[in-house]
Structures are given as structure tokens and as C-alpha cells.
């Protein structure tokens, strides 16, 4: 197994690794986190998709709190490329590419204490409400996507590149913000009528992630400003080098919107 706290000769700081010693994650340690990842792989690959239902959590919490306003952080992954994917591979090899990917990506979500909103194609989209913090809710929906990358990187792409020919690195982008969404609820069936968040936050979610390279976490203000000063380290601000970033602040309409990438940091 490797271990992702040490992928080279220089140690590489991690956010992860910080909320592990504060202990702010379900996650034990890293290696247990990738380990479970590459059995699921594994056998999803040999046996089939068995993966189970990840969003029934979410809809729980939103359906106790419906038409209420909620402050949370959001978070959007997209799997980079899957447009030449669906043109190059035949339609079996692609759906388990696909559906193994968003469920590692929901696994990951519920191990940092975030819900899984919903699938959208190859995205996933996840949020955190912190138990009553916005600083814990920031901190987990960061922490929780750098282990996405982790995952992605030393836990998905080792298997697939073994066991299945002609199936390309997986690589991903995303996104995080933080703001009040409204829980909606579609009908007047309590137990069944659909359920959502709606929000300039989730939406911000999706511009964010859009400006992200792969492999990447680009961060808005309102989160960045929530973070904890020993995270806040790990970003720093491109607002400036963006092209055609006009999106304004949510506090001052005369503002630009900032956002920050993330940047590994090595000693």
C-alpha cells in the first residue's frame, strides 16, 4: 500500500493530516482510507457494481428541514475528460469508470461528515454543515477534498491502470464554496416527493471548480475566510490571473469575487 503522507523523499505537508490530529474526520489514517478504496475497486471490477446508496443520509437531513435555511459548505467534483472517455471507451468499461467513480467520491464525502447532494453525469456534489460551525464545516469540506485527490490519484488510477487495459488516468477538478441554501421540496408528499438545495452557493460551486486545473481544489472567498489559519496556508489567491472572472462578491456587489487554489507545500 502506499502511503500518501510520504509520496516522495521530501515529506509533504497535508490538510488531512491536520484534521486527523485534531480529529475532526471519521477517516482513521490514510492508509486505511485507501486500502478500503482499492478493495471496493477490486471488486466492483471482479463481482460488478455493489456499491451502496450514499444519499439517503442527505435526504434525511434535508427532509427535516424543509423550507428552512441552511448555511453550508458546498462542494463540486467533476471528473476530468469524460467527454473523450465516453467517445473512446465502449459504453461497459465507461458506466464502471463512471459509477465507481462517483460513489468513491460519495464514500468520501459521508467519511468527513458531509452529505451527498446528488449526482449530476460524472459530478458529484456534496455539502457540510458543520454541526452549527462554519469554520468546521470549511475545514471539513477542504480536508475532505484533498482526500478526493488522494483517493483518485493512489487509490482508484493504481487499480484500474492494473486491471483494466485502455482505460486512461483519472484526474479531477474541484470546487468548494460556502453560503445559505433554502431546503426545497418538490410536492406535497412528505416521505417521497424530491427534495433539493437551492443557493447562489452551490452554483458558485460549479463556476469555482470550472477555473480548476486537474487535480485541483480552487476555494471561494466566503470559504477561504472560514478556514483555519493553518489551512488558509495551503491556498493562495488568483483572483487577479483569472481571465474573465467577473463574478461579483455576495457582500459588495462592487467587488470581485477572490478565489484561491491550492498549493501542496513540501519540506
Avoid at 471482479?46 to 428541514?65: M, P, Q, W
Avoid at 406535497?188 to 470550472?210: P, R, W
Wanted: glycine content about 6%.
Amino acid at each position: 500500500m502506499t502511503d500518501i503522507s510520504h509520496p516522495s523523499h521530501k515529506k509533504e505537508h497535508s490538510i488531512i493530516d491536520m484534521l486527523l490530529s485534531r480529529n475532526e474526520t471519521k477517516i482513521s489514517d490514510s492508509e486505511t482510507l485507501l486500502k478500503n478504496v482499492q478493495d471496493r475497486i477490486h471488486d466492483s471490477l471482479k463481482n460488478g457494481y455493489k456499491y451502496a446508496r450514499i444519499v439517503d443520509d442527505s435526504e434525511t437531513f434535508l427532509r427535516k428541514h424543509v423550507f428552512q435555511t441552511v448555511e453550508i459548505a458546498v462542494l463540486y467534483v467533476d471528473l476530468v475528460g469524460s467527454t473523450k472517455m465516453s467517445l473512446d471507451l465502449p459504453p461497459d468499461k465507461l458506466s464502471l469508470i463512471i459509477s465507481s467513480f462517483v460513489q468513491e467520491m460519495s464514500y468520501v464525502i459521508s467519511q468527513h461528515d458531509g452529505f451527498v447532494l446528488k449526482f449530476s453525469g460524472d459530478a458529484v456534489i456534496g455539502y457540510f454543515v458543520g454541526k452549527g460551525s462554519s469554520l468546521q464545516a470549511a475545514d471539513s469540506a477542504v480536508g475532505c477534498a484533498e482526500s478526493m485527490i488522494k483517493v483518485v490519484e493512489n487509490g482508484i488510477n493504481p487499480i484500474l491502470g492494473k486491471e483494466k487495459e485502455g482505460v486512461p488516468e483519472l484526474r479531477i477538478k474541484v470546487g468548494i464554496d460556502y453560503g445559505p441554501a433554502v431546503v426545497v421540496q418538490y410536492g406535497a408528499e412528505k416521505k417521497n416527493s424530491f427534495v433539493d438545495l437551492l443557493g447562489s452557493s452551490i452554483n458558485m460551486a460549479a463556476k469555482v471548480q470550472s477555473i480548476a486545473k486537474p487535480n485541483q481544489i480552487v476555494v471561494g472567498d466566503d470559504v477561504y475566510d472560514r478556514l483555519h489559519p493553518s489551512i488558509q496556508e495551503f491556498f493562495v489567491d488568483i483572483t487577479k490571473k483569472l481571465s474573465g472572472w467577473t463574478f461579483t462578491s455576495k457582500q459588495d456587489n462592487k467587488k470581485i469575487y477572490s478565489v484561491y487554489a491550492y498549493e501542496k507545500q513540501s519540506s
